[in-house]
T-cell receptor
């Protein structure tokens, strides 16, 4: 079974903390993505990566950074967590090859910043 | 990527077919129609995709109109476990600078009743 695994299902952090959300995929996919999901706003793309050490900003990158040191792992970093970053965070991966392959999602990390 | 329009919510009786419409009137010739669903508190799950021909798999059927400006996802025998938010997404295939990123709308909340 193909798998995208996010390190935590639930996380509670304090305002100002540096937060790391980890995502690992076992499908040798080139492309990986981080989304956040909020009620009424749907899923919004934060950052994506198309290769090791390569990254591109998504629609809402402010307050976030990412790291892709290995192909299978894509980390989302909240440099200084704030309460407005309380959200569900979803990681996805997809192969770069082929014309029309699907993306696979992790189960999500529900982050609460207090 | 082309925008999509879906009804906010739909109901369906268990055992009946669920037909979920999607309008994508600005779709380009190289853009695919994808369907994902998200069951409460889980990550989105791929269902099916197509370019211009109708498609069927073990989960659903996808009917795309001849002008490709709309499509319908059909769950032939809906069960209670099919209750979820269904997203219709239009995007280009691999290549270019999109790297396969998915832009999610609000989706359709499908509720299957006993």
């Amino acid at each position: 079974d193909v798998k995208v695994t996010q390190s935590s299902r639930y996380l509670v952090k304090r305002t100002g903390e540096k937060v790391f959300l980890e995502c690992v995929q076992d499908m040798d996919h080139e492309n990986m993505f981080w989304y956040r999901q909020d009620p009424g706003l749907g899923l919004r793309l934060i950052y994506f990566s198309y290769d090791v050490k390569m990254k591109e900003k998504g629609d809402i990158p402010e307050g976030y950074s990412v790291s892709r040191e290995k192909k299978e792992r894509f980390s989302l970093i909240l440099e200084s967590a704030s309460t407005n970053q309380t959200s569900m965070y979803l990681c996805a991966s997809r192969t770069a090859g082929g014309g029309n392959t699907e993306a696979f999602f992790g189960q999500g990390t529900r982050l609460t910043v207090v | 990527d082309a925008k999509t329009t879906q009804p906010t919510s739909m109901d369906c009786a268990e055992g009946r077919a669920a037909n979920l419409p999607c309008n994508h009137s600005t779709i380009s010739g190289n853009e695919y129609v994808y369907w994902y669903r998200q069951i409460h508190s889980q990550g989105p799950q791929y269902i099916i995709h197509g370019l211009k021909n109708n498609e069927t798999n073990e989960m659903a059927s996808l009917i795309i109109t001849e002008d490709r400006k709309s499509s319908t996802l059909i769950l032939p025998h809906a069960t209670l476990r099919d209750t979820a938010v269904y997203y219709c997404i239009v995007r280009v295939g691999a290549g270019g600078t999109s790297y396969g990123k998915l832009t999610f709308g609000q989706g359709t909340i499908l509720t299957v009743h006993p």
